[in-house]
């Protein structure tokens, strides 16, 4: 089982990003997808999720109307476009696939993203 984020960088505020999480090793389109930050000194906190089949998508309120979460599970990848960035959002994001059905709970290693000017 294998989740790699890929996109992260350092931008400027007011910019953009494209987080993408690739995955293998399991049966991705019947699992849940999120993706999370944790900032130095702050606790992990939940960005944004996508549930498996009706697509349904939950966001942090700090990001609604600025992020959005999609998914091809066709290529097993999950997506976090980042609009409008902050500095506030500054932090490693890591996605995460869950399938409570099975007790499965999968993270990936997580990726920098830095908001400066």
């Known amino acids: 089982v294998r989740l790699v984020e890929s996109g992260g960088g350092l931008v400027q505020p007011g910019e953009a990003l494209r987080l993408s999480c690739a995955a293998s090793?399991?049966?991705?389109?019947?699992?849940?997808l999120s993706w999370h930050r944790q900032a130095p000194g702050k606790e992990r906190e939940l960005v944004a999720e996508?549930?498996?089949?009706?697509?349904?998508?939950n966001y942090a309120d700090s990001v609604k109307g600025r992020f959005l979460i999609s998914r091809d599970d066709a290529i097993k990848t999950v997506y976090l476009q980042m609009n409008s960035l902050k500095p506030e959002d500054t932090s490693v994001y890591s996605c995460?696939?869950?399938?409570?059905?099975?007790?499965?709970?999968?993270w990936g290693q997580g990726t920098q993203v830095t908001v400066a000017s």
């Open positions: 996508i549930t498996s089949g009706p697509d349904n998508t």
């Open positions: 995460r696939a869950r399938r409570v059905a099975l007790g499965n709970d999968f």
């Open positions: 090793g399991f049966k991705f389109d019947r699992y849940d």
